[in-house]
């Protein structure tokens, strides 16, 4: 089955600064890569996705890159503001499987 | 509140004893999940549903967990004789169609066993 290694753990950053969280995984019919930002105390929320067939996607101050070649896809997170501070989430997904989840990144902005 | 909506938000049981929890889905979701988190860990896959079919289960659910989904609207996940370890937050999510679409996930339940 799918296996997805996410790093780093936690990440402190400047405020302004910009923050990167690095995800591979392991089974090449994976074709959709979720992020998920999941705040203390409340549920997971979608932020960002990105499909096999593209290699990059943005939506303002937050990016995703693929690289299906290597499986591995990334976030972006541009100019930090303290309310980025959270756990981020990737996942992979092959469509009629469910998502399985990397451990998470602890992102912690410093104003 | 249109999202998914789980009962109750937490349960705490005495080692032994059967707790049953509630996802109600989005209304036109047709497939549901469980996940299983544990503190500082990301969401652990327990088992889904496509409609009221119960597509696949996770290798590492105990035969002690049972879920359904009848009628293909809320579901329900049972976890039989209690152990200290599945002490944990229980997620339910549901998404739309086939394929690659968004999960959304409700708020959890929040499981301590004493």
């Known amino acids: 089955g799918e296996n997805v290694e996410q790093h780093p753990s936690t990440l402190s950053v400047q405020e302004g600064d910009s923050a990167v969280i690095k995800c591979t995984y392991s089974?090449?019919?994976?074709?959709?890569f979720p992020w998920y930002k999941q705040e203390l105390g409340k549920r997971p929320q979608l932020i960002i996705d990105?499909?096999?067939?593209?290699g990059e996607k943005k939506d303002q101050r937050i990016a995703v890159t693929l690289n299906k070649t290597a499986k591995h896809f990334s976030l972006h997170i541009t100019e930090t503001q303290p309310e980025d501070s959270a756990v981020y989430f990737c996942?992979?997904?092959?469509?009629?499987?469910?998502?399985?989840f990397g451990k998470g990144t602890r992102l912690s902005v410093i104003a | 509140d249109t999202g998914v909506s789980q009962n109750p938000r937490h349960k705490i049981t005495k080692r032994g004893q059967n707790v049953t929890f509630r996802c109600d889905p989005i209304?036109?979701?047709?497939?549901l999940y469980w996940y299983r988190q544990t503190l500082g860990q990301g969401p652990e896959f327990l088992t889904y549903?496509?409609?009221?079919?119960?597509?696949?289960k996770s290798r590492l659910l105990s035969d002690r967990f049972s879920a359904e989904r009848p009628k293909g609207s809320f579901s329900t996940l049972e976890i039989q004789r209690t152990e200290q370890g599945d002490s944990a937050m229980y997620l339910c999510?549901?998404?739309?169609?086939?394929?690659?679409?968004?999960?959304?996930f409700g708020q959890g339940t929040r499981l301590t066993v004493v």
């Open positions: 089974d090449s019919a994976s074709n959709y």
């Open positions: 999510a549901s998404s739309i169609g086939f394929g690659t679409t968004e999960a959304f």
């Open positions: 549903f496509q409609n009221e079919a119960q597509l696949e």
């Open positions: 990105i499909r096999s067939n593209v």
């Open positions: 996942a992979a997904s092959s469509g009629n499987t469910p998502l399985v």
């Open positions: 209304s036109e979701h047709n497939r």
